[in-house]
Nanobody, 115 residues
């Protein structure tokens, strides 16, 4: 199985920035970032499918260093509603959008708190 380990979470004031990192044990065609606020469903934030990057919110930018099996999420102009646990995900194929049940591999998450 693909192992994913997130890091870079923490506390930040509203309007600030964070850069999350995800260390993957191997390359996969698709990678993504999801987040889950307390009491809410897990929702997609950004994804990469092959050479194409997508984001749900323009304040977030996903990138990867394929040679190092690293995935990043740059988050700018953060708001309190951005708070939650952020999860890195990966799949060897092309998952169905941001369907959480479609992505095969998941990290344990990293906490982001925006005050």
């Amino acid at each position: 199985d693909v192992q994913l380990v997130e890091s870079g979470g923490g506390t930040v004031q509203a309007g600030g920035s964070l850069r999350l990192s995800c260390a993957a044990s191997e390359y996969t065609y698709s990678v993504g970032w999801f987040r889950q606020a307390p009491g809410k469903e897990r929702e997609g934030a950004a994804r990469i499918l092959g050479g194409n990057s997508y984001h749900v919110d323009g304040r977030f930018t996903i990138s990867r260093d394929q040679s190092r099996n690293m995935v990043y999420l740059q988050m700018n102009s953060l708001k309190p509603d951005d708070s939650g646990v952020y999860y890195c995900t990966a799949d060897s194929g092309v998952p169905r959008g941001y369907d959480t049940t479609s992505w095969k591999y998941w990290g344990q998450g990293t906490q982001v708190t925006v005050s």
